[in-house]
């Protein structure tokens, strides 16, 4: 049999809203296509209660998808009651996680009839002879996670193939908190092990058998391991092995540029310089994404409000720009903070005044974990939901430490 192993969707994902919908639509048609059952290990939806207009995205998805003639169909089901034999089956994520025994999104979309949700139950797809289990745990708090492994019901049969479906964080994934559970913690007897949460694609072993993640159908974080293409994977159950295809998303480029002992005027023109390269490096047909880093120290004399950055962001209309400064020396003393507020420095962004009195503030409250000031700021002065403000604030505090 086929699997089509698809993730990370966010759904209702603000800032690149359409790319979220598009994304996923072309995703999971073309996995319909090529597979006979599909696999989703979590995030379908980017917050816990999706608006009305996300919820009405997600019908739309799987009402077309479940429309489908497969010849595989799901046969057994360990849940409280199953509402389709359509061959798609999922699980929540740490997106769509809420208090246990509350309903979420994904459950929605079962009661709704179109998809099978497996969270702390399997399901088992049979086409001709051959079946296919898949055994579902949805994101969990980390501390949580091996308690629940404990707890879960598995009764695993020989005679079919197996599959353990997680959405969680792994210690050899992200190896800052030896809390996580480490991959070999995993339940044995499996013959394929899938996970979500994480946004690049990745291929592990868990006990001798492939562990997958296919990684987000849509940018989210701006980290350089996004730059890689956004897909899915088939997996064949008959030759073990598994392909991935590439969707038309957005181009990712993260640039990084070292300004060490170099004039505004020239970075500047570095900074434009490797724009345009990233604008010509695009293949597809929607704006790219440029993520320009810059990190030293300027030229003695200069600080680093007289780069305008904010001017370069805005004045490009063929890419979505967005430039961060890393480790750039900041403004420091208290004197040039009052020149700030006293509007004696000309020439200054809102942004730039505000991540000096942000600074400021930390010094006073004697600051002292490694995250990056500037990105944080940037963070915590964001459009985004309260929500996803907490959490990417405590994304680049964790992951810095």
């Known amino acids: 049999m086929k699997i089509g192993i698809l993730s990370d969707f966010h759904l209702g994902y603000e800032r690149f809203f359409d790319d979220a919908y598009t994304q996923a639509r072309e995703a999971i048609e073309r996995a319909s296509e090529l597979a006979d059952m599909l696999i989703i290990p979590g995030d ?45 089956i999922a699980i929540p994520g740490t997106h769509e996680r809420r208090a246990e025994d509350s309903i979420d999104s ?47 019901d598995l009764n695993l049969n020989k005679n079919e193939f197996n599959i353990f479906m ?58 350089g391991v996004e730059q890689e293409e956004k897909g899915f994977i088939i997996y064949d159950t008959k030759t073990g092995t598994h392909e991935f295809y590439k969707i038309n998303s957005r181009h990712f480029s993260l640039i990084k540029i070292n300004i060490e002992g170099k004039e505004p005027k020239t970075i500047n023109e570095s ?29 003695e004399g200069f600080k680093p409000i007289d780069i305008n950055l904010g001017q370069i962001s805005s004045d490009n209309n063929e890419a979505i720009v967005e430039i961060t ?19 004696n420095l000309e020439n200054i962004s809102i942004k730039d ?26 963070i915590l002065s964001s459009e985004d939901k309260k929500e996803v403000i907490i959490k990417n604030a405590m994304d680049e505090i964790f992951s810095s430490n």
């Open 353 to 378: 005044f505000g991540i000096a009195v942000f600074l400021e503030k930390l010094s006073n409250s004697k600051y002292s974990l490694d995250a990056n000031p500037s990105k944080l700021f940037d």
């Open 325 to 343: 400064k890393n480790n750039v020396e900041q403004i420091s003393n208290s004197k040039e903070v009052e020149d700030l507020r006293n509007g």
């Open 106 to 152: 994904v459950d929605v979309l079962h009661l709704a009839g179109l998809l099978v949700e497996v969270n702390k139950s399997k399901a088992v797809v049979q086409k001709g002879d051959e079946r296919v289990s898949v055994y579902g745990l949805g994101g969990i708090a980390e501390e949580r996670f091996k308690a629940a492994l404990k707890d879960l």
């Open 271 to 299: 900074i434009q310089l490797a724009i345009e390269n990233g604008i010509k490096n695009n293949k597809t047909n929607k704006k790219p994404i440029i993520k320009v880093e810059i990190t030293g120290k300027l030229k």
């Open 44 to 88: 379908i939806f980017d917050y816990r209660k999706p608006e009305p207009e996300v919820m009405a995205q997600a019908v739309e998805i799987f009402r077309d998808v479940s429309q489908k003639n497969y010849d595989a169909k799901v046969v057994e089901y360990t849940g409280k009651r199953l509402y389709t034999d359509k061959p798609i």
């Open 166 to 223: 997680i959405h969680q964080t792994l210690y050899e994934l992200l190896p800052f908190s030896e809390e996580f559970t480490h991959i070999e913690e995993l339940p044995e007897g499996f013959d394929l092990y899938v996970n979500g949460h994480i946004h690049n694609r990745l291929e592990l072993k868990c006990h001798g058998k492939e562990f997958l993640i296919p990684g987000s159908t849509v940018l989210t974080q701006l980290k």
